[in-house]
Nanobody, 123 residues
């Protein structure tokens, strides 16, 4: 089992950048694929980006391609989401989740979830 804690959210102006971190506890973090998803008020949660357990493969939704970059440092048990050129429509609670299925391009409620971090982009 792995426990995940997100950090790095905040308030930023449109066009700005933030880097989110997802820190994991547990010795087997390198066995987990990790995803970032987001949920805006009144909307369903949507997958944003994912990375395979060894960092070789990544996946993004079309609306963040070229602006967001997911990476991981297994030595530090941490996954990052670098978000550039932020837009007001990126405003949401961002959550990371881990799974041992190896899937890095979709999310499931049964994944191991963090508590989320708020990202607010002002226009």
């Amino acid at each position: 089992q792995v426990q995940l804690v997100e950090s790095g959210g905040g308030l930023v102006q449109a066009g700005g950048s933030l880097r989110l971190s997802c820190a994991a506890s547990g010795r087997t973090f390198s066995n987990y694929a990790v995803t970032w998803s987001r949920q805006a008020p009144g909307k369903e949660r949507e997958f944003v980006a994912g990375i395979s357990s060894d960092g070789t493969f990544t996946s993004y939704i079309d609306t963040v391609k070229g602006r967001f970059r997911i990476s991981r440092d297994n030595a530090k048990n941490t996954v990052y989401l670098q978000m550039n050129s932020l837009k007001p429509e990126d405003t949401a609670v961002y959550s990371c989740a881990g799974n041992r299925r190896g899937n890095y391009d979709y999310i499931r409620p049964s994944d191991y979830w963090g508590q989320g971090t708020q990202v607010t982009v002002s226009s």
